[in-house]
């Protein structure tokens, strides 16, 4: 794999909290958002991706319209969902959204799609849960097919046919990249390569080495259905601040109360400073300035062998301001130092 390295942020629109200690009203957050993208844009950043929740925590649930304000506002980052729930929705309009956002953006428009780490679409839209993987797998199948025919012939048990039918408005010559969210399944894996679409590894906490496995079986799974090889991403969580000490120092509380909240809805372990420090030392939090956490998207580039990384700027209440600062250090710094460090690795 030959195709150049690129460097995106991502977040959820998490809700941040005003100066007498109340969330800030989602109107609000949504407008930051895209202040936020826009600075992205201006600092070199290659791709801002907008995850769609459905709770209290994270504003966006309709990420499409914000990014087309975003294409509005911008002229070179390109834009896409980190993820589109699939799952939940109708994979027609989900094309649709994407074709129209693509139109609007001169085709910087990208789908990541994935099942979501919440569940809370389900019931909102009328799915069951027990057809969780049922629900992605047809609705899946049948958006490959719309990105890549004109004309789309389909059956399926989660909605109704279609039979060679044109879906408005089409995508332009150069179609539409589309990213498929996996978590750590090795049947999500193959799945991607069956579909012929392009993998994005999840690594939300531990050493991102351990992902290599998928990324072999990937390969394997390419050669196997002779298949093309197409670009591999991971998205992370992280944090970047003039020193690491301010890094740690500013997102800490952040991430306690995100991990915590979410941490007592799963049942897990309370989330204590020192193993958030070590998910720092050791895992997949990229958090320090920018030139520890160039050093750290640079190994994880090297071990996993991937062409592309996008960082999730946003865990948790981050300040506005602070967000921006990280924004504007992570284009202006990490990615230089990044695509450096790497150059001088090959030159060697």
């Known amino acids: 794999m030959t195709a150049?390295?690129?460097?995106?942020?991502?977040?959820?629109?998490?809700?941040?909290?005003?100066?007498?200690?109340?969330?800030?009203?989602?109107?609000?957050?949504?407008?930051?958002?895209?202040?936020?993208?826009?600075?992205?844009?201006q600092a070199g950043v290659d791709?801002?991706?907008?995850?769609?929740?459905?709770?209290?925590?994270?504003?966006?649930?309709?990420?499409?319209?914000?990014?087309?304000?975003?294409a509005g506002r911008t002229s070179r980052i390109h834009l896409g969902t980190a993820v589109t729930v699939l799952s939940s929705d109708d994979p027609v309009r989900v094309f649709q959204r994407f074709s129209t956002l693509n139109a609007l953006s001169n085709g910087r428009a990208e789908a990541i799609l994935g099942r979501g780490s919440f569940t809370e679409s389900?019931?909102?839209?009328?799915?069951?849960?027990?057809?969780?993987?049922?629900?992605?797998?047809?609705?899946?199948?049948?958006?490959?097919?719309?990105?890549?025919?004109?004309?789309?012939?389909?059956?399926?048990?989660?909605?109704?046919?279609?039979?060679?039918?044109?879906v408005y408005p089409p995508l332009g010559p150069q179609g539409l990249t589309t990213w498929v969210g996996v978590g750590g399944s090795p049947e999500s894996v193959v799945r991607v390569v069956r579909q012929d679409?392009?993998?994005?590894?999840?690594?939300?906490?531990?050493?991102?080495?351990?992902?290599?496995?998928?990324?072999?079986?990937?390969?394997?799974?390419?050669?196997?259905?002779?298949?093309?090889?197409?670009?591999?991403g991971v998205h992370s969580p992280g944090f970047v601040a003039a020193t690491d000490e301010e890094a740690r120092e500013v997102l800490w509380p952040c991430y306690q109360e995100m991990f915590g909240r979410i941490g007592r809805e799963r049942g897990w372990p309370p989330q204590t400073k020192d193993r958030y420090i070590a998910e720092i030392t050791h895992g997949s939090l990229y958090v320090g300035s920018p030139e520890t956490v160039a050093k750290k998207i640079a190994a994880t580039v090297k071990a996993l062998k991937i062409?592309?990384?996008?960082?999730?700027?946003?865990?948790?209440?981050?300040?506005?301001?602070?967000?921006?600062?990280?924004?504007?250090?992570?284009?202006?710094?990490?990615?230089?130092?990044?695509?450096?460090?790497?150059a001088t690795d090959r030159a060697a």
Request: hydrophobic letters at 40%; a negative charge; glycine letters at 8%.
């Open 122 to 166: 389900y019931p909102l839209f009328g799915y069951d849960l027990h057809d969780y993987d049922q629900l992605f797998e047809e609705k899946l199948d049948l958006f490959a097919k719309l990105v890549r025919q004109e004309k789309v012939t389909w059956s399926g048990k989660t909605r109704t046919g279609l039979k060679n039918q044109r």
């Open 197 to 232: 679409l392009q993998l994005m590894l999840a690594i939300i906490g531990g050493d991102p080495r351990r992902f290599v496995p998928y990324v072999d079986l990937y390969h394997r799974a390419v050669d196997q259905m002779d298949a093309k090889p197409r670009p591999i």
């Open 4 to 41: 150049a390295l690129t460097l995106g942020l991502d977040t959820f629109g998490d809700v941040t909290r005003l100066p007498n200690g109340k969330p800030t009203p989602m109107d609000q957050v949504l407008r930051d958002v895209v202040e936020q993208a826009v600075v992205a844009d």
């Open 307 to 342: 062409q592309r990384f996008d960082m999730k700027y946003t865990t948790g209440p981050v300040p506005h301001g602070a967000a921006m600062e990280c924004i504007g250090l992570y284009g202006e710094k990490v990615m230089p130092m990044v695509h450096d460090m790497l």
């Open 47 to 70: 791709f801002i991706g907008l995850g769609e929740h459905h709770r209290d925590d994270f504003a966006i649930s309709a990420p499409e319209i914000v990014l087309a304000t975003i």
